[in-house]
């Protein structure tokens, strides 16, 4: 079994006590310590500053060309807090419950409870930097309400939220980089991690604009690289998104945890055909306004428009009548591709359901906006000219993005959706202290397995990134590094250090060499296909054993056939692209592993083989109540290592949403 | 939507490296869906080029809906093209017709060098940013988010300034490759908040300074930017920004 | 921060443009209010009169220096800009933007203003050398002697169809100018209220269509016979 280093104690009082007696280093020590962040989103930018503002020398790593384009800029709805300004009974305690819960009993209920106690700081944090946050008329915070929970505390910025914290942390770590405690390295991927005495010491990273490799050592390493959602090829993530420096880690000895662990996100723009590169999520927000339907009769030709109230089946409502269509993002997917595969989908491909708007566009804001001006009245007309300009303030930017997209207007027509990878729950395993079991070595936000359990509540992950990196890292670090202070920086021409880099350089002509026929997109296509296929929404014993098959002789066909044009020592993408995809089926294939040792339905994993009468996951508490851990030992070899997942303050049932 | 299917002949700025001679290469795509993306057409662009053994061609591009700021293309003439407020990653197929010829250029400014093809290097931006684009507050401020209520219309104007995504395309488009509509906007969304009040003379004053000496232009109000910003952001902030400098220069008695 | 920081910055640059401009603005009141005087229709005596106290009086002469700087600054400073805007993109594009989001005039300032420059240079000789250094030929009002400088309009502009048109044309270069010009010189000082800047929006256009207008008629009225 493995230690996750929770402290003693009451629930409620273990982080406060953690704090008070976890090791601290003091200034003039800080000043000699080295530490590396890879990966500048909402974790690492918040991290990366917090360690510069505190003393600390940090590198900071990211492959896009600037630190402000990772990809928690695309977050739209919101990001929770438990303030309770809404007055409606939020607490620490509801936000933690929820997210267990909605985590379908998952998660370390340890790291949960610190999470929601932190959620205040982070909106206090954030609107000091100057992030604009939407307020109401009287000039106070504004809230919204997300999927599974029954109060409003998600903080928002438009459809923006994610840009807009980003940009926050962005502006912190620029201001460190400015004061030179911070040395930014863009355009830079970190390709291995350099391990001294079974310690995280440094990183090897290639410049992508130049092709050289590089040494950077670290007294301790940080990767808040994100999530591995582009292993499924089509997802939300973005183009450049991968897994390669957890999985570089992973492959040190870092333990992956939960890899299996998928977000499926019920409302994004459904795939129109085989040219998609990605594919564009429409917040959960919407579904505050948005209410789900399919029309009652199946492969209904008819246009949205035309099929009359009655006929239209608002299957969540229907399903879930106290969530209705805020229910978590795994129960709504499921619920889409159930009436989907029954035939009532709509749209060319027929692998959609229609996300309406117009009735709260009428019905809440048209009426609220009529009455708000002295209209007695109103006709149709006038309620959906107010409407619109209410959803426009609250939405605008989502539907300009869904026109944009499908060429069809949402304020008229109901929007097409469909479920989509989004996010991975799953990630390298971290104790309480977010370090991985490799002493030094930390993951943090969506790249640890975090606190999502088995399926993320919308606006939390936002609510992780920054409470790992504003938050707990600043404390556990010190906890570690407190032992460190004697240690002088390593030179990088260690023996370490030379071996990583050769190993790198290594795989890197190895690639090049193959020169083979085919290109690194058509296999990453390929192995998104059997991913979505058979480790997607809906998994089996049989469909899982298949593709653990397929990938390996996929893996095989990669090492003999890809073809990558261009130089080593140059700007060259695809090799950028391959040495990821590399990484991305033999991730594929460990969640597959993953994925059928789980014989048990639970979150956004659904095994159809443990489900209740009415479709609803099945979790098998008895067998499966703990995380799994796996250990690489070589090529296509894992070993398991399990974390029991105790539950002190809440008692794991069924869960409902009825 | 009707959908259609197109043969295009494309022109695009192909250059080794910063150093290298670039020139314009010419190529053609058969079959492209009005579906498409107008990155999905690169993409099977270089799929084809891939395939003829050529070298495909670098473009800068991340999260391919409209946010991250990474796409950066001249295309026919105007930065992220012909569509309004919109990313060349959200511009769609449909805005071109069969046999129409596409000139794809990068982002054209001594401040924006050409890394490679389509690709820039914008870190001035980065250091613009550096240079006072914040508030200086270290983590783990204890003030209530609600303490300081805030004017809505004052907090709209900051986010809508606050949305620029830093993608180059006002300095692309301009033709004095001014960056003040990127400044202006990040110094309108501090100085609107109270929480950016407090340094608001000496942030106006270090971002203009940066970016003039990273050499990008003077603003003469053509509204270039404007047009083409793809979040809208608005020039009324460059004349804010002129405010802010006005009163700040000829009220700071530091030396700088 | 210097003085001299604050006014070579792009911002501070600008603020000259801006300053100066608007100073020649107010010069262009005066200066059209004064001409307005030929159509006194009194064969140009009012028009001598308000021409001798401008050059006589020692106020309007002083204020005569300031306006030479004023114009050097403007023009200076307008072509320094000009050509430093424009180096800032050595590698220009092969498809040019072209009026796609910015009307021609916005982005011709430097044109037009250089025009603006020719024509002056030509209006200069032909009126304010002659009537200050060179001289003129006299002309007697109740016994008192004035320049004749309604006479010298009539010789430049009667009976010669190159001179008038180059005149309309100069004025057509400063209505476009003044487009532009006067509306941004008030951007460049911050004005930010949109309120304001409709208000501007729409003076600047009146006065860029009736000064330029007006202007144009004087040489067009000595052409056709009018005064």
Redesign the interface.
Known sequence: MLDSKIPAGKLEDKWTDYKGHCKLVNPANKRKLEIIVVGTGLAGA?AA??LG?LGYRVKAFCF????????S??AQGGINAA?N?QNDGDSVFRLFYDTIKGGDYRSREANVHRLAEVSV?I????????V??????????NNRSFGGTQVKRTFY??G?T???LL?GA???L??Q??LGSVQ?F?RHEMLDVVMIDGKARGIIARDL?SGKVERHFGHAVLLCTGGYGNVFYLS?N???SNVTAAWKAHKRGAYFGNPCFTQIHPTCIPV??D????L??MSESLRNDGRIWVPKKQNDPRKANDIPEDERDYYLERRYPAFGNLVPRDVASRAAKERCDAGYGVGTTKQAVYLDFRYNLINKYGRAEASKHGIENPDQETLVRLGKEVVKEEYGNLF??YE?????NPYEVPMRIYPAVHYTMGGLWVDYELMTNIPGLYALGEANFSDHGANRLGASALMQGLADG??VI?YTIGNYLADEIATKPIPITHEAFEKAEAGVTERINKLMNIKGSQ?V??FHKRLGKIMWEKCGMARNAKGLTEAIGEIQQLKKEFWSDV?I??GIE??N??LDKAGRVADFMELGELMCKDALERNESCGGHFREESQTEEGEALRNDDQYMYVAAWESKGDSNWQLHKEELKYDMIKPTQRNYK | MEHYSMNLTLKVWKQKNATAEGNFETYQVKDISSEMSFLEMFDVLNEQLIHEGKDPIAFDHDCREGICGMCSMYINGRPHGPWHGTTTCQLHMRAFKDGDTIVVEPWRANAFPVVKDLVVDRSAFDRVIQSGGYISVNTGVSVDGNTIPIERENADKAFAAAACIGCGACVAACKNSSAMLFVSAKVSHLALLPQGDVERKNRVLNMVAQADKEGFGSCTFTEACEAVCPKEISITNISRLNSEYLKAGLSADKAH | MKWSDFFTSSVGKKLIMSLSGLFLIAFLVVHVGLNACIWAMDDGVMFNKAAHFMGANVVPRVLEIGLFAGFLLHIIQGLALEFQNRSNRKKGYAVKMGSKGSAWYRKSMGLLGTLILLFLIMHISHFWVPSRITGLEPTYIDGKEYHDLFGRMAAVFTDNIGIVILYVLGCISLAWHLVHGFQSAFRTLGLTNHKYIRLINGLGIGFSIIVPLAFALMPISFYMGWV
């Open positions: 918040s500053a917090s503002e896009q060309d600037s630190p402000r384009r990772a990809h800029i695309a303030k300004y700081n909106i206090d944090q954030c609107v000091a930097q100057g604009p946050f939407a307020r109401e008329y009287g000039g106070l915070l910025a438009a923006q994610g840009q807009q940009i962005y502006q912190a620029e201001r980089v400015a930014m863009s604009i939300t973005a183009m450049g129109t055909g040219h998609q590169s990605k564009t999520l300009d993005m944009k997209i499908t060429g069809e504003y938050f600043p290109s997109e058509s073809r044009p261009g140059e700007m993408t695809e």
